[in-house]
């Protein structure tokens, strides 16, 4: 069953604004799988719920923010000039959920933060938890009755665990403010700090991570100029050497692919 649902998925087509899912199967072979989905669907969702409980359980170990820290590094931002849409692994769905997961968890005070192995098996659960969502969601629109209204309801489904929103930062601020601006007095008196101080702290850590990021690749292009110029035959040998054993074009290309998108975006 797993192998024809991953058949199912197997063709995706995208532009620059949506994803079409496509499928590989026979027409034997599709009715096969529908066959399968009035008991495919319900253990589905008992799996969903469970590992969704034994994420949150992992979560609630530890302090969230670390968590929550990864999971927008990895799923909501991205090196500059590497990012083009809706093909990166960018993933505001991811996000939300795991927010939502964190904010709900039963944690307590003193909290420590997560040990390197913890946050991989949190990471590894968070992703085990989208495939799955995926997958019971093609189960349940295969299950379903074939009209226009499911169709719309699981193909969105579909386009908003698979590709990233058009939410951008500026939308986000605007809500907090609308949500917490309001409360800055409340918040002060009980917190000691309003939304706009948590505003100020963000910009600070992203401009210092931007900045350190920036030299990082500044280091690494220069390092590919002087080591791996165009020309092989004027590369040192020690690097000759390694890239024989190691094939890094695709490397090389990747690196000067950012590099020219970072001289384009650069303000003159």
Known sequence: MAQLLSRQMETVAMNEQSMTLGGALTQEEFEELRALMPEVVPKYRDELRSNISELEALVSRFDPIVFLSQVTFTYGMVLWGDYFEPGSHASEATVEFAAGLASSATIAKDAPAPDPSSLVDMMQALDEVFRLARHLNLCESLASDRTAENAIRFTARAQHLSVRGSSYPHHGMELADHLYGPRAA???????????????????????????????????????ERDFPADRSRWPAEVSE????????????????????RARQSPS
């Open 186 to 224: 409340l918040m002060k008196e009980r917190l000691g700090y309003t939304f706009e101080d948590v505003v100020a702290v963000q910009e600070t850590v992203s401009s210092a991570m931007a900045s350190a990021v920036s030299g990082l690749l500044e280091a690494i292009d220069q390092m590919v």
């Open 242 to 261: 390694i890239a024989d054993r190691v094939d890094v074009d695709a490397a090389l290309m990747s690196v000067r692919r950012r590099s020219a998108a």
